[in-house]
Structures are given as C-alpha cells and as structure tokens.
C-alpha cells in the first residue's frame, strides 16, 4: 500500500476516533447509537473498522451523525 494512502487512513482513523472522545462515547455506546439510527453492527467489527482506518465515507456519516456532531475539522 502506497504510503500516502496509509497516512489518509491514520488521518481519517484519528479524525473518527477524536470525534468519539470529544463526546465520551465507547465504542459499545456507539454501537447502541448507530442501532439507533437503523446501523446494526457489532462492537467487535466497529472496533476493528475504526482500528484499520479502513471504512467507507457513509459508515464515517454514520457514526458523526449517531454520536451527534455538527460538524468535524479535517485539518491534520
């Protein structure tokens, strides 16, 4: 994998995982408020999505919208 396409997934992984910290939501909160929004997932398939940094922009729009956020900045 070109290294540039790793520094994007770092950089989206942080993004998501920062997003989730600001708000104090575990990832088996965030399972509960994915559910909510009709995203029904495990906690384990979760973790590792967000671990690899390798998930779709929907998933992404899923996850901002079920914890809440407004809007994200996407600066490094």
């Not at 995203?39 to 901002?64: M, W, Y």
Request: charge should be positive; aromatic fraction near 6%.
């Amino acid at each position: 994998m070109p290294v540039a396409e790793k520094e994007w997934e770092d950089r989206v992984k942080r993004l998501l995982k920062a997003e989730l910290a600001r708000k104090g939501i575990t990832y088996a909160q965030l399972v509960g408020k994915l559910a909510d929004i009709g995203v029904h997932d495990t906690e384990p398939n979760i973790r590792n999505k967000i671990s690899r940094g390798k998930f779709t922009a929907v998933f992404l729009v899923q996850c901002l919208e079920a914890v809440g956020a407004r809007g994200i900045d996407v600066s490094p």
